[in-house]
């Protein structure tokens, strides 16, 4: 009879013994004693066919290292990088050779040639990268864990609150296995069981770490998705990397010219074209960077959760699981039904933002590629309708934070620029950006051919208040001089001679 047989009891049971050693260590034989006490058969359980040791292990440290990680940040951020690297790598990520290296380099360096003569904003002056997907999720990770932090904060506790409310008879965070009593494994977060590494966390902080980590997979899923699909550092139009630099990942180029008519070589020019502009943009104009991720904190921090509709999607969902409780919260529907008015004015203005972006962007690439590319029209067009589509992964940052990073008028903004650029040249059109109070508008982006007469009214206008600030100032340091005359008038103040005035010679 081989071992694996029901009707050998010994053989069974030290079996389970050997697994419960590799669980338990020399807490084994304390286990099987609790089992007996409470009326199970350890060798019938054994017979019944039990689950391989090593995978049991691996699944029980897996779930504790995701609530045992330092720290009570909204967003976990140690499982958000494990599960965009795995994500990133899922449909391959070779090594870059010499030759994509330098083929990235080379179009960069052509670029920022190309681009002198199309704006008078100066080189970025970063470095030039050729990345790999991980290497761009690396890069750009701690961004996307800024953006979503407020969200997350939101998302973690209301999600520990649902789930608290799902569990019978209070919380009872025990860990249990089919075929072994309730408690074996003992409870999380309580010394003793296999949640003594927790360090005694109370169940409602081991339920807002859970929801740290559901929050931290879903942002990994996000930006290692992401990571297939981008062509540099700036495709969303927000900046991504902590300083200036620009970015091609050279597997996701040849992806993407893969079928065109277009050689490979023009593609990747038209597309170092588009992230050299950009990063132009965020390093000239400084106010561009933080006016933007403003509006993303500004818009999220205003975010409410949906708790009806939240318990809707994880009730039936294994709160033990928390890859089943991220695919429940990807398909988004948890946020407030009804933004506020001001939400909708901040959308607004993030909305109209990411289209100034991304068409000062279109049309400054437009100017520089036309004279060398022989189908930078098609290009141009190509890459229009890719960014008003969007893709998989920013529908699901759309569910993380509740927006779409999508210029939906980067069209109107594109003409607005051409407009200008027709009436005032190159320095007209880059002179937009002089200060955020005379950024276009909603109202411009509708009637782009009115907006130079409405700047140069408001341009006209700002004479009269430099005159009567000029009147003001000049009010006050005459009135400063008749102060001084008359303090030089009282007793005891000297005259000309340096005597006092009262005194007869």
Same mark, same amino acid.
């Given at each position: 009879?081989?071992?694996?047989?029901?009707?050998?009891?010994?053989?069974?049971?030290?079996?389970?013994?050997?697994?419960?050693?590799?669980?338990?260590?020399?807490?084994?034989?304390?286990?099987?004693?609790?089992?007996?006490?409470?009326?199970?058969?350890?060798?019938?359980?054994?017979?019944?066919? $039990?689950?391989?040791?090593?995978?049991?292990?691996?699944?029980?440290?897996?779930?504790?290292?995701?609530?045992?990680?330092?720290?009570?940040?909204?967003?976990?951020?140690?499982?958000?990088?494990?599960?965009?690297?795995?994500?990133?790598?899922?449909?391959?990520?070779? =090594?870059?050779?010499?030759?994509?290296?330098?083929?990235?380099?080379?179009?960069?360096?052509?670029?920022?040639?190309?681009?002198?003569?199309?704006?008078?904003?100066?080189?970025?002056?970063?470095?030039?990268?050729?990345?790999?997907?991980?290497?761009?999720?690396?890069?750009?990770?701690?961004?996307?864990?800024?953006?979503?932090?407020?969200?997350?904060?939101?998302?973690?506790?209301?999600?520990?609150?649902?789930?608290?409310?799902? $569990?019978?008879?209070?919380?009872?965070? =025990?860990?249990?296995?089919?075929? $072994?009593?309730?408690?074996?494994?003992?409870?999380?977060?309580?010394?003793?069981?296999?949640?003594?590494?927790?360090?005694?966390?109370?169940?409602?902080?081991?339920?807002?770490?859970?929801? =740290?980590?559901?929050?931290?997979?879903?942002?990994?899923?996000?930006?290692?998705?992401?990571?297939?699909?981008?062509?540099?550092?700036?495709?969303?139009?927000?900046?991504?990397?902590?300083?200036?630099?620009?970015?091609?990942?050279?597997?996701?180029?040849?992806?993407?010219?893969?079928?065109?008519?277009?050689?490979?070589?023009?593609?990747?020019?038209?597309?170092?074209?588009?992230?050299?502009?950009?990063?132009?943009?965020?390093?000239?104009?400084?106010?561009?960077?933080?006016?933007?991720?403003?509006?993303?904190?500004?818009?999220?921090?205003?975010?409410?959760?949906?708790?009806?509709?939240?318990?809707?999607?994880? #009730?039936?969902?294994?709160?033990?699981?928390?890859?089943?409780?991220?695919?429940?919260?990807?398909?988004?529907?948890?946020?407030?039904?009804?933004?506020?008015?001001?939400?909708?004015?901040?959308?607004?203005?993030?909305?109209?933002?990411?289209?100034?972006?991304?068409?000062?962007?279109?049309?400054?690439?437009?100017?520089?590629?036309?004279?060398?590319?022989?189908?930078?029209?098609?290009?141009?067009? $190509?890459?229009?309708? #890719?960014?008003?589509?969007?893709?998989?992964?920013?529908?699901?940052?759309?569910?993380?934070?509740?927006?779409?990073?999508?210029?939906? #008028?980067?069209?109107?903004?594109?003409?607005?620029?051409?407009?200008?650029?027709?009436?005032?040249?190159?320095?007209?059109?880059?002179?937009?950006?002089?200060?955020?109070?005379?950024?276009?508008?909603?109202?411009?982006?509708?009637?782009?051919?009115?907006?130079?007469?409405?700047?140069?009214?408001?341009?006209?206008?700002?004479?009269?208040?430099?005159?009567?600030?000029?009147?003001?100032?000049?009010?006050?340091?005459?009135?400063?001089?008749?102060?001084?005359?008359?303090?030089?008038?009282?007793?005891?103040?000297?005259?000309?001679?340096?005597?006092?005035?009262?005194?007869?010679?």
């Amino acid at each position: 009879m081989t071992p694996d047989q029901p009707g050998d009891g010994a053989d069974n049971e030290r079996m389970l013994r050997e697994m419960l050693q590799q669980l338990f260590g020399d807490r084994a034989d304390e286990v099987l004693a609790q089992m007996r006490a409470q009326g199970f058969d350890p060798a019938a359980l054994a017979g019944a066919g $039990m689950p391989d040791p090593a995978t049991v292990q691996q699944a029980l440290a897996q779930v504790q290292r995701m609530l045992a990680t330092p720290g009570d940040g909204p967003v976990n951020t140690d499982v958000a990088h494990d599960l965009a690297r795995q994500v990133a790598v899922a449909e391959g990520d070779p =090594s870059l050779t010499g030759g994509q290296v330098r083929e990235v380099t080379e179009a960069l360096t052509v670029a920022e040639l190309w681009l002198d003569a199309a704006t008078g904003l100066p080189p970025s002056g970063g470095p030039k990268h050729a990345w790999s997907r991980s290497e761009w999720v690396e890069a750009t990770l701690p961004a996307w864990n800024a953006l979503v932090a407020p969200v997350a904060s939101s998302m973690a506790d209301a999600l520990a609150t649902v789930l608290a409310d799902q $569990m019978p008879g209070g919380m009872d965070l =025990s860990i249990e296995m089919p075929g $072994m009593p309730a408690g074996a494994l003992g409870p999380l977060g309580v010394g003793g069981g296999l949640g003594g590494g927790l360090g005694g966390l109370d169940p409602a902080q081991l339920l807002r770490r859970l929801g =740290s980590a559901v929050f931290g997979m879903q942002v990994g899923h996000a930006a290692g998705t992401l990571s297939r699909e981008v062509f540099g550092a700036t495709d969303v139009g927000l900046p991504l990397l902590p300083g200036p630099g620009t970015v091609l990942l050279p597997s996701n180029v040849a992806a993407f010219a893969d079928g065109l008519d277009a050689p490979a070589d023009e593609v990747r020019l038209f597309l170092a074209l588009r992230e050299a502009a950009h990063a132009r943009l965020f390093a000239h104009v400084p106010w561009v960077r933080a006016h933007l991720l403003g509006l993303v904190e500004q818009y999220a921090r205003g975010i409410t959760i949906d708790l009806d509709a939240l318990e809707q999607q994880v #009730r039936d969902v294994d709160p033990s699981d928390p890859d089943a409780l991220r695919r429940a919260l990807a398909g988004g529907g948890v946020f407030g039904l009804q933004p506020t008015e001001d939400q909708k004015a901040t959308l607004l203005r993030l909305e109209t933002a990411l289209a100034l972006v991304e068409g000062w962007v279109d049309e400054v690439t437009a100017q520089a590629a036309l004279p060398h590319l022989p189908h930078a029209v098609a290009l141009r067009e $190509m890459l229009r309708r #890719r960014r008003a589509a969007g893709g998989p992964a920013e529908h699901t940052f759309a569910s993380l934070v509740g927006l779409e990073l999508r210029p939906r #008028r980067s069209r109107d903004a594109a003409a607005l620029f051409s407009r200008v650029a027709l009436a005032g040249g190159t320095e007209g059109r880059d002179a937009v950006w002089d200060h955020p109070d005379l950024l276009p508008g909603p109202v411009d982006l509708d009637d782009p051919a009115g907006y130079l007469a409405r700047r140069e009214a408001q341009s006209t206008a700002h004479p009269d208040v430099d005159a009567a600030l000029a009147q003001i100032f000049a009010a006050g340091d005459a009135d400063a001089g008749d102060a001084g005359a008359a303090d030089a008038g009282e007793p005891g103040a000297e005259g000309p001679d340096g005597g006092s005035p009262d005194r007869q010679d």
